[in-house]
């Protein structure tokens, strides 16, 4: 089901319960010479959220759960390196190459080439109708950059979600991992199966193993974790953002404690009302 905003472009929406048509993210994911075909609604009051947590706890999951609930952009700069990847090799800058290498191993890519990157991409944060971001920040260095980013245009964060997963879950979760090689979107093995082996529900694209989910790289990911992202956290509650969630139960079960918590937020904040329409365009899950 397709719809359309104020300004006549197209915006889709669910279409049933557990059925999610994903917003086009081409500005993101290809950068700023591709268009976008269909973007968020206008809203007086979007949503500027930051989803911070180790890798494996649900965040891509919960940002593509989130999206069509809030009526934002999924920006993740996770899915922008490996949409890079999937160029052919002539078509991939020195920097990509070198970021592609640094996420094999299971390394943070250096700062400068990430900020490069996202500030080529600055409108989808600074015009587009509200986002989350997801897997962005991911050090200091960035969180200071992206503040300053958006102090400039005079925008400001609504809430950083964190979420919070015992070690043995989050292992549990990344080897069973299958990601759309054509949408980016997440199934689980077990947890989260798609209707067809080995076929995305959405696009009909090829599910394949992350490269960075072998043991190996899965250690890396998570010192690199608790060396640089985890001090986020401190830096986000100083701040006033932070909102915790215990990222255990079923997807359904942690978006809906999200939402939850969203709304109380947006009602504290006065701005409730704009806020809570955009909340129930979406069925629960
Ligand atoms: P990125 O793609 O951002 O990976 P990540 O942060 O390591 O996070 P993941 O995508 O691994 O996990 P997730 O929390 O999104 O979990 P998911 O929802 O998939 O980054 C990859 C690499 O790119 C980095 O290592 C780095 O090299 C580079 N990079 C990217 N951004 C960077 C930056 N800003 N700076 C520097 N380098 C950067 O879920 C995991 C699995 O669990 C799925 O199979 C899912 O189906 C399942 N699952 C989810 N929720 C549940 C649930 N509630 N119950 C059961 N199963 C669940």
């Given at each position: 089901m397709t719809t359309v905003t104020a300004n006549g472009t197209p915006r889709r929406k669910f279409?049933?319960?557990?059925?999610i048509i994903k917003k086009d993210r081409s500005a993101w994911l290809q950068g700023p010479s591709a268009k976008c075909s269909a973007v968020p609604g206008e809203h007086k009051h979007p949503w500027r959220l930051i989803l911070l947590g180790?890798?494996?706890?649900?965040k891509g999951t919960q940002a593509e759960l989130l999206t069509g609930r809030l009526d934002v952009c999924h920006l993740s700069t996770g899915d922008v390196f490996r949409a890079a990847g999937e160029r052919l090799d002539r078509d991939q800058s020195p920097a990509m190459k070198e970021a592609l290498e640094y996420m094999r191993r299971g390394e943070l890519v250096p700062d400068s080439t990430v900020w490069e990157m996202v500030r080529e991409r600055s409108s989808c944060i600074l015009d587009c109708g509200g986002f989350i971001l997801d897997g962005?920040?991911?050090t200091l260095g960035q969180a200071e950059s992206l503040k300053e980013l958006m102090e400039q245009e005079k925008l400001s964060l609504s809430a950083v979600v964190n979420y919070e997963l015992p070690l043995d879950e989050i292992v549990r979760r990344l080897s069973g991992r299958r990601t759309c090689g054509k949408c980016k979107s997440v199934f689980h093995?077990?947890?989260?199966?798609?209707?067809?082996?080995?076929?995305?529900?959405?696009?009909?694209g090829r599910l394949y193993q992350r490269e960075d989910d072998r043991p190996e790289a899965i250690t890396v990911r998570l010192e690199a974790y608790e060396r640089s992202t985890a001090p986020l956290i401190q830096f986000y509650k100083d701040l006033g953002l932070l909102l915790p969630i215990v990222?255990?139960?079923s997807p359904g079960e942690i978006v809906a404690q999200t939402m939850d918590k969203l709304d109380e937020l947006a009602a504290q904040r006065g701005d409730g009302d704009d806020r809570r329409t955009t909340l129930h365009l979406a069925p629960k899950l």
């Open positions: 279409i049933g319960m557990n059925v180790a890798p494996g706890v649900g962005f920040p991911r093995v077990t947890e989260r199966r798609p209707k067809a082996e080995a076929v995305c529900d959405h696009c009909g990222a255990t139960g």
